[in-house]
């Protein structure tokens, strides 16, 4: 399994990005795709997961209301919408897989991790 994500940049706050992660190595049906983040200094966090096959998410609560996980099953594609983005977001951003269908907040829980994007956040 191969995970690559893209789309970090530096953005003023309140400005929206959106971040992918193409997956790619095998079928995702059974999977959760993860995006979890690691601010300096700070342990990495859990952001939001889906469930593959039926579109489940979970969120942060600290995301809750401004990020949006989704996913296009044609393209092996999870995208993160980031909206009102706030100075605190600042993180490297890593998207994660997992082999069972239910998603999980403990990065211990993911089986294969994608390179990491930065995404700052000025204010």
């Known amino acids: 399994v191969q995970l690559q994500a893209s789309g970090g940049g530096l953005v003023q706050a309140g400005d929206s990005l959106r971040l992918s992660c193409a997956a790619s190595g095998r079928t995702f049906n059974s999977y959760v795709m993860g995006w979890f983040r690691q601010a300096p200094g700070k342990e990495r966090e859990f952001v939001a997961g889906?469930?593959?096959?039926?579109?489940?998410?979970r969120r942060a609560d600290s995301v809750k209301g401004r990020f949006t996980i989704s996913r296009d099953i044609a393209k092996n594609t999870v995208y993160l919408q980031m909206d009102s983005l706030k100075p605190e977001d600042t993180a490297v951003y890593y998207c994660?897989?997992?082999?069972?269908?239910?998603?999980?907040?403990?990065?211990?829980?993911?089986?294969?991790w994608g390179q990491g994007t930065l995404v700052t956040v000025s204010s």
């Open positions: 889906i469930t593959w096959s039926g579109g489940y998410t």
């Open positions: 994660a897989a997992r082999r069972y269908a239910v998603v999980v907040t403990d990065e211990s829980g993911y089986d294969y």
